[in-house]
Nanobody
Framework: VQLQASGGGLVQAGDSLRLSCAASGRTFSSYCMGWFRQAPGKEREFVAAISWSGSRLYYADSVKGRFTISRDDTKSTVYLQMSSLKAEDTAVYYC????????????????????WGQGTLVTVSS
């Protein structure tokens, strides 16, 4: 699976932005898809994840209520709709894919995601 993230940019605090992650590969629909981010000088952190069926959604507490993850398997694309952006949301955002292991997913552990996109930079000015 190859992942291509896009949609980052420079926005002001309070603005909205939608990130997209296009995947190639026939097994996209069986993967849990996640978004992670890494701010300058900080470790990569979990942002959001969506199950293979789209029925389970997971969010970091810091983005809950502001970000929405979704997927369109007909387009092999996962989205991250970000609203009410804050300066602390500034980071490089990565999409990633986690295959099932014995039919189970971690959803939030970056170590379990085996495919990663190249990252897209989101800068929120205050």
């Amino acid at each position: 699976v190859q992942l291509q993230a896009s949609g980052g940019g420079l926005v002001q605090a309070g603005d909205s932005l939608r990130l997209s992650c296009a995947a190639s590969g026939r097994t996209f629909s069986s993967y849990c898809m996640g978004w992670f981010r890494q701010a300058p000088g900080k470790e990569r952190e979990f942002v959001a994840a969506i199950s293979w069926s789209g029925s389970r959604l997971y969010y970091a507490d810091s983005v809950k209520g502001r970000f929405t993850i979704s997927r369109d398997d007909t387009k092999s694309t996962v989205y991250l709709q970000m609203s009410s952006l804050k300066a602390e949301d500034t980071a490089v955002y990565y999409c990633a894919a986690e295959p099932p292991v014995s039919g189970r997913y971690s959803y939030t552990l970056s170590s379990k995601y085996i495919y990663w996109g190249q990252g897209t930079l989101v800068t929120v000015s205050s």
